[in-house]
Structures are given as C-alpha cells and as structure tokens.
C-alpha cells in the first residue's frame, strides 16, 4: 500500500486502543468480538511494519552520517 494511502501511525494506534476498550466490555457479541479482534490484529501487523521502516530509515542515517549503526538497533 502507498504511504500516501496507509492512515498514519497515530491515527491507527487510537483506533487499536479503541478496539481494546471495546473488547473490555463484557457484555459484547461473540460476532462483534471476533470482527474486532481481527481488525486488531491488522492494525498491529501495519503499526509493527510502520515501525520497522521508521527503524531502517534511522538506522540508514546514521550510517550516512557517520554514526555507528548498532546504536539504534
């Protein structure tokens, strides 16, 4: 997906955080849940890429600049 296209990391950190209030609640339909659930997980799976590119640009400038890369890591 573009980066254009992918809603920002924050944004989808407070739907993820929003997820699991509603998950909390225990008197939520199985159906409900289980939509929910994997609506969670994708968001995870998007934030937790969205971090390692963030990672790899880091740790590419440093590497440009002089830094040592290992810093980072």
Known sequence: MPQEDRPDFERQ???L???VRELEEADLPLER???LYKEGTALVKSCRTMLEEAGNEIRLCAG???EEEDSFA
């Open 64 to 66: 440009e600049g002089g």
């Open 13 to 15: 950190m407070e739907r």
């Open 33 to 35: 849940g289980v939509a």
């Open 17 to 19: 955080s929003s997820i």
